[in-house]
């Protein structure tokens, strides 16, 4: 008898244990701190690479030359598409609309909508000339086109012997000129990490 009921709490303490031992915890941590934890490609890579870009379009010769031929108005650009083709899983979006925050808080360019939210603008613009009243209703056609199109790609290279492994990462942006198809910039931003385990 004695020995079941010691068997028992020692099952009861054992299983506390491990329940204390699985427990997790969790902090909250300023959205700019720099934190890899597995190595690969993270919150902080899209931040810092997207303002980076951003910045260097921003300085590059199309933008006076567009101010100079078009009488100091700002161009419009609008974000395309940036394919991941990293070996890791990353969703691009995270990354565009990075840059688009980027762009928008220079207040040097325009920034028009693009993709699935520009349909999904003009698919409430078709049911406003149905459904509202004139005078609030929104008409088609009066669209801001955009000048440029900035595209690109997200690259990576692994390199990895044991339990030591060298990611570099490389983004490639290009923008181009809508009307003439002028690829009027290209820029790259390279991220190396060295990972040891």
């Known amino acids: 008898m004695n020995f079941i009921k010691t068997f028992g709490a020692g099952c009861l303490i054992a299983g506390a244990l491990s329940i204390a031992s699985c427990s997790r915890t969790v902090t909250r941590i300023d959205n700019n701190q720099q934190i890899d934890i597995s190595g690969g490609w993270n919150n902080t890579d899209s931040r810092l690479v997207a303002e980076e870009m951003t910045s260097t379009i921003l ?3 199309w933008l006076s030359n567009h101010l100079q031929e078009k009488a100091g108005k700002k161009p419009t650009v609008i974000v395309g598409m940036v394919q991941n083709k990293t070996h890791e899983h990353i969703d691009a979006e995270t990354f565009t609309k990075d840059v688009e925050r980027a762009f928008i808080n220079t207040q040097k360019v325009r920034l028009v909508q693009g993709g699935k939210k520009r349909e999904e603008l003009r698919g409430e613009k078709a049911d406003q000339q149905t459904n509202a009243s004139v005078s609030t209703m929104k008409k ?12 690109g790609s ?17 983004v490639n942006l290009e923008l181009t000129n809508i009307e ?16 040891k385990n």
């Open 154 to 170: 997200l690259n990576s290279i692994v390199d990895a012997h044991k339990k030591q492994k060298v990611v570099a990462y490389q």
């Open 59 to 61: 300085s590059a010769d």
């Open 180 to 195: 003439t198809n002028e690829v009027v910039w290209i820029g790259e931003k390279k991220i190396t990490k060295y990972v």
């Open 140 to 151: 088609f056609g009066l669209e801001n086109g955009a000048d440029y199109i900035l595209q």
